[in-house]
């Protein structure tokens, strides 16, 4: 489950509006908004714990392995980054369906694609011109 469907599912459970939530954690509305359908994740661990203080769950809950490379690739690249991290790991993820690879191994596996993913885009940004890095940076 994302981060998105299991704010909404436990906001829904504990019977709380959108606004309401927001106000619990001290964001706005569209924050929460943007949560809820998988627009964005929380810049800060702090967030993540207000959360959790809410719902009474554990932090980590909302930190899965999928989720933290998420997080990672947002706050190095950007919503474009997440977004290409989240479509690859949703493609691997078809690839591991069904099989019998252990928990632990799943995991070490899609730390070392984004790992790799990472990689790459950092030895592209060598060969870009420096025109089209700022175009990208003013984006």
Do not use: W
Not at 17 to 24: F, G
Not at 108 to 114: E, L, V
Request: aromatic share 10%.
């Amino acid at each position: 489950m994302k981060f998105g469907e299991k704010v909404r599912k436990l906001r829904k459970e504990s019977g709380l509006t959108q606004s309401e939530l927001a106000e619990e954690l001290k964001i706005t509305l569209r924050t929460v908004q943007n949560y809820e359908r998988g627009g964005i994740h929380p810049k800060s661990r702090e967030i993540y714990y207000r959360l959790a203080a809410v719902f009474g769950v554990d932090s980590n809950y909302f930190l899965t392995e999928d989720e933290e490379i998420v997080r990672d690739a947002y706050n190095r690249g950007g919503s474009k980054s997440a977004s290409e991290v989240e479509e690859l790991i949703d493609g691997i993820c078809g690839l591991f369906a069904g099989g019998t690879m252990p928990e632990e191994d799943m995991d070490a596996a899609m730390k070392a694609i984004a790992d790799a993913y990472f990689s790459v885009k950092d030895e592209n940004k060598k060969y870009t011109p420096k025109k089209y890095i700022k175009q990208l940076k003013a984006e």
